[in-house]
C-alpha cells in the first residue's frame, strides 16, 4: 500500500475557512501573564509560523489550542467547534479534539516500551482502528516518512531524527485536520534537523494544515503562508513572511531578527 503522509487532510492550501480560531486568550502560570490578549487564526491549508524568544508564550499558545493547557480566558474554535470560552472548557469530547487536532513535541514523547509501528499502532487501536487496518496505515505512514526499515526498533534505538519522524508518523494516523508542531527540530543535530524539515516540507507541499512553533527561520520563509512574532505574551507582529521577516515594520521584531539571524 502506497499512502500520502498528508493523506490525513486532502484539501487545497488557504481556503477561507478557519480550523483553528483563537481570541482573546489569556494565561497565567503562578501569578505570572504568559499570554495577554492573543488573538490568531489558521486557515484550512495553510502554514502558520509562531516565531520569538525562548519563554514568551509560543508553546503555551499551541497547548491552549488543543488544550494541554487550558486558558484562563478567551476563545478557542477548532474545526469550526468552540472547545474553549470565557475561562471554560466546553468541549465535551477530548479525545476527539485531538485527533483533530495533532501534535509533534520538542521532546518526541514515543512509548519507550514499544517498537516504532506499535507507537504509530496504538494511537489508532485506542479510537477504535481495526488492528490489522491499523498496522497497515502504521507501517505505510513510516515508509512515507522514511524510517520504515526501523519499524521494529524500540525508541532507546533510534536515532533523534528517527524518533521524530515516527513522532510525526504517529500525529499523521489519526488524520487530523491541523498538525501542530512544537520546536520539532530543538533537539536535533543538523542533519536530523534537514531529514524532519524534509518530511515538513512534504506536508507543506501536500496541503497539510500546520501551525509551528520554530527557530528555523529560513524554513519558516520558505513554507509559511503567515508568520507571528510573539514576545512577552503579545503578538507584536505578523503577517507574510516576506514582510515580517524581511522587513518587519515593529523595532522589537528588528530586534529579534538581529539577534537570530533574518533569513534573508
Same mark, same amino acid.
Given at each position: 500500500?502506497?499512502?500520502?503522509?498528508?493523506?490525513?487532510?486532502?484539501?487545497?492550501?488557504?481556503?477561507?475557512?478557519?480550523? %483553528?480560531? @483563537?481570541? =482573546?486568550?489569556?494565561?497565567?502560570?503562578? $501569578? #505570572?501573564? /504568559?499570554?495577554?490578549?492573543?488573538?490568531?487564526?489558521? *486557515?484550512?491549508?495553510?502554514?502558520?509560523?509562531?516565531?520569538?524568544?525562548?519563554?514568551?508564550?509560543?508553546?503555551?499558545?499551541?497547548?491552549?489550542?488543543?488544550?494541554?493547557?487550558?486558558?484562563?480566558?478567551?476563545? %478557542?474554535? @477548532?474545526? =469550526?467547534?468552540?472547545?474553549?470560552?470565557? $475561562? #471554560?472548557? /466546553?468541549?465535551?469530547?477530548?479525545?476527539?479534539?485531538? *485527533?483533530?487536532?495533532?501534535?509533534?513535541?520538542?521532546?518526541?514523547?514515543?512509548?519507550?516500551?514499544?517498537?516504532?509501528?506499535?507507537?504509530?499502532?496504538?494511537?489508532?487501536?485506542?479510537?477504535?482502528?481495526?488492528?490489522?487496518?491499523?498496522?497497515?496505515?502504521?507501517?505505510?505512514?513510516?515508509? #512515507?516518512?522514511?524510517?520504515?526499515?526501523?519499524?521494529?526498533?524500540?525508541?532507546?534505538?533510534?536515532?533523534?531524527?528517527?524518533?521524530?519522524?515516527?513522532?510525526?508518523?504517529?500525529?499523521?494516523?489519526?488524520?487530523?485536520?491541523?498538525?501542530?508542531?512544537?520546536?520539532?527540530?530543538?533537539?536535533?543535530?543538523?542533519?536530523?534537523?534537514?531529514?524532519?524539515?524534509?518530511?515538513?516540507?512534504?506536508?507543506?507541499?501536500?496541503?497539510?494544515?500546520?501551525?509551528?512553533?520554530?527557530?528555523?527561520?529560513?524554513?519558516?520563509?520558505?513554507?509559511?503562508?503567515?508568520?507571528?512574532?510573539?514576545?512577552?505574551?503579545?503578538?507584536?507582529?505578523?503577517?507574510?513572511?516576506?514582510?515580517?521577516?524581511?522587513?518587519?515594520?515593529?523595532?522589537?521584531?528588528?530586534?529579534?531578527?538581529?539577534?537570530?539571524?533574518?533569513?534573508?
Amino acid at each position: 500500500m502506497t499512502e500520502s503522509v498528508a493523506a490525513a487532510t486532502p484539501t487545497p492550501r488557504a481556503s477561507s475557512e478557519a480550523v %483553528v480560531r @483563537v481570541e =482573546g486568550l489569556c494565561k497565567s502560570f503562578d $501569578g #505570572r501573564l /504568559v499570554l495577554d490578549q492573543v488573538d490568531l487564526e489558521v *486557515r484550512r491549508g495553510s502554514i502558520v509560523s509562531v516565531i520569538g524568544q525562548s519563554g514568551g508564550g509560543k508553546t503555551t499558545l499551541m497547548r491552549c489550542v488543543n488544550l494541554l493547557e487550558r486558558p484562563d480566558l478567551g476563545t %478557542v474554535e @477548532v474545526a =469550526g467547534e468552540i472547545v474553549h470560552q470565557g $475561562g #471554560r472548557t /466546553v468541549c465535551r469530547d477530548l479525545p476527539r479534539l485531538r *485527533r483533530t487536532v495533532g501534535m509533534v513535541f520538542q521532546r518526541f514523547h514515543l512509548f519507550p516500551h514499544l517498537t516504532a509501528v506499535e507507537n504509530v499502532v496504538l494511537a489508532q487501536r485506542k479510537a477504535g482502528v481495526p488492528e490489522p487496518r491499523a498496522l497497515e496505515r502504521a507501517v505505510a505512514l513510516l515508509r #512515507r516518512v522514511g524510517v520504515a526499515h526501523r519499524a521494529l526498533a524500540q525508541p532507546d534505538q533510534l536515532s533523534g531524527g528517527e524518533q521524530q519522524r515516527v513522532a510525526i508518523a504517529r500525529a499523521l494516523a489519526l488524520r487530523p485536520e491541523v498538525l501542530l508542531f512544537d520546536e520539532p527540530t530543538s533537539s536535533l543535530d543538523p542533519e536530523a534537523t534537514r531529514e524532519v524539515l524534509s518530511v515538513m516540507r512534504e506536508l507543506a507541499a501536500d496541503g497539510m494544515t500546520m501551525l509551528l512553533v520554530t527557530h528555523e527561520l529560513p524554513f519558516a520563509r520558505e513554507v509559511s503562508d503567515h508568520v507571528v512574532f510573539v514576545d512577552g505574551g503579545r503578538i507584536v507582529e505578523e503577517g507574510r513572511p516576506e514582510d515580517v521577516l524581511d522587513t518587519p515594520a515593529e523595532a522589537r521584531t528588528r530586534e529579534f531578527l538581529q539577534a537570530y539571524g533574518s533569513p534573508s
